[in-house]
Structure formats: C-alpha cells, structure tokens
C-alpha cells in the first residue's frame, strides 16, 4: 500500500516537473526570441513625435504624470524612466511625464469679447474664475468691459479672474402718453418718436367712437415703461354687422419707399393658409411711408416687391 502511495507521488512530482521545465524553457525562447532595442532620447520632444518614435523602435510610450516646466514646452516630454542608450528588448514601456508649460504666463486680454469666449480661454490656460459682475454701459451688451489682474500682468495658472460685463446702455425711463383718441397713424408715430415698440395692435369696433382712432392701451396713461419696451393697442375698426364687437389681432407691417424722384410701385403679397394674394398694391413717393395691419395666422409670410423686385420677405409666427 506504501508502495502504490510513494510510486504516485513520484508520478505526480515528476509530471510537475516536466510541466515546469516545459514552461520555463518556452517563456525562455520567448524572451530570447525578442529583438532588442536601444532605448530612444525622447527629452524635450513632442509627444506626437515622440510616440512615432517609440513605435518604430518596437516601445510603448506611456504618459504618468503633466509637470510645469519654464524650460520645456507644453506637451512636450519632461522625464523619461528608461534611460536614453540601454538596450531593451521591444514591447516595453516607456513612462514619461509631460510639460504644462510654463506655470507663470501673461494675462490674456478679454475686453471686448463675450464671457463665455473668455470661459474658453481659461479653461484653456488653466485659469479659474473668481466673481462676475455687471454693470450698465455703452460697451455692447454681454461684452467684457474689464477684468483683474489686467491684460499684459504675469500670472499663476489657476490664478482666479474677476471680470465686470456688460449689460448695455442703460434703458431711458419713460411716462407712458395718452394715446386714447388718437388716429392710428398719429399714435404710431409719436411711439416710434419715444423709441416705444408697438408689439401687438388689437381691432375693435366702437360705433360711438371715430374709426382708426385708439380705444385703449396697455400699459395705461402714466405708467412708467422703458425705452425699447413693447406695448398693446386697441384700434376702433369699422367691420361688418356680425363682426362687431369682435376682437380681430394681427402683425403691424411698416415700410419706407427709396428716395429718388420717381414714384415707387410696392406690392404686398401674403401668403397664408396655402394661398398667395396681393395685400397691397399702389405706389408710393419717394420717402413715403405704408403702415399696414394683417391679419394674424398660425403661419403667414409676407414678399414686398419694389419696382417688380424683391425687397423682402418676412415669416410671421403667433404671439
């Protein structure tokens, strides 16, 4: 029984063994069967080049670690492990560190452009930001008007920048005018005067009151509004009998013939719901201005021909 147990283990080991030496002598040839290389001088170099390099060489290059460096380039390589000159055999790694550039850099200028331009810049320099605030001025809006530390100054990556933008000028405050009783046309002009944008014109027919005249407005008479600000007017409109008293919106069209000598002849064409049909068709003189209402639809657009040309086309949405 001893005998059968000693006799199998001798068996066991002595497979053991066999697979073993079979390993070692395999891996061997193997490692032997291996070029060798000299390891390539890849101090101060790209690394794009440097990873052509490597891949000629029959070496990987892989990148551990980014130091700042006022004496290497950004992106280019710092240190490398392997010493430049040893031989190695070929599909061994290289790790190398690269530069961040220089730690200390000028202050970029971002006057003059958007805050999220500026963002970009940072982030690309490695730059934070630290407060934003606005301000009222003739820089246009959403612009930077300044920023600390100034353009030109040296600066620490990751340093952070307080900039002030732009919010514009700062809008006029206005009284809102009476326009109660006033002809359409009257009412218009004395908006466009104060800079005050007419953003919807209502019909509505009052037969005790003047056509065209102004009904009503919003804001009211002596609200305080701002200049550029939009209102809604309501415009007594003589309609049919089944219509009165019915409220007709719609889009306010203005347009300004060329200067010159000659009448201008304009043509208003309106397509909507799937049909083209002239809204307007006359001349006008040089300088002479055409206020028209059109109806509003869910989709209409407008093609205005001066003179048998096309001036303009315009798409109109719902409010």
């Known amino acids: 029984m001893i005998r059968k147990i000693l006799k199998s283990l001798f068996l066991i080991g002595g497979l053991a063994f066999v697979v073993g030496l079979s390993a070692y002598l395999t891996l061997t040839w193997i490692v032997k069967s291996k070029k060798e290389v000299i390891v390539p001088d890849l101090i101060a170099k790209d ?13 990987n290059l892989k990148v551990t670690d980014r130091e700042y460096s006022d004496k290497i380039p950004k992106n280019n390589i710092i240190f490398q492990e392997l010493e430049p000159g040893v031989k190695v055999k070929t599909g061994r790694d290289i790790k190398v560190i690269l530069s961040q550039g220089s730690q200390i850099l000028f202050m970029p200028d971002f006057k003059g452009i958007t805050l999220g331009q500026a963002r970009i810049i940072m982030e690309g320099e ?30 620490l990556r990751s340093e952070c920048i307080n900039i002030l933008v732009s919010q514009g000028i700062r809008k006029k405050a206005l009284k809102m005018p009476d326009l109660s ?23 509505f027919y009052d037969r005790k009151k003047p056509p065209n005249t102004i009904i009503e407005h919003t804001p009211v008479f002596g609200s305080r509004i701002l200049e550029g600000d939009g209102i809604s007017l309501k415009v007594n409109k003589k309609n049919s009998e089944e219509s009165a008293g019915k409220l007709i919106e719609g889009n306010l069209f203005r347009y300004k013939a060329g200067s010159g000598y000659l009448n201008q002849r304009i043509r208003l064409e309106l397509a ?6 002239d809204y307007f068709d006359g001349f006008l003189k040089p300088g002479e201005e055409i206020w028209l209402l059109l109806p509003k639809n869910d989709d209409s657009t407008i093609r205005l021909y001066e003179n048998y040309k096309i001036k303009e086309i315009k798409d109109y949405s719902p409010w």
């Open 47 to 59: 690394v794009v080049h440097a990873l052509e390099i490597c891949g000629q060489s029959g070496l």
């Open 126 to 155: 490695g730059l934070c930001e630290a407060a934003v605030s606005y301000t009222f001025d003739d820089v246009p809006e959403n612009e930077i008007i300044a920023h600390t530390p100034r353009a030109g100054q040296k600066v």
């Open 181 to 203: 009783g006033l002809f359409l046309e009257k009412a218009l002009i004395t908006l466009e005067k104060l800079n005050i944008e007419v953003k919807t014109i209502e019909s």
């Open 272 to 277: 909507t719901f799937g049909t083209d049909f």
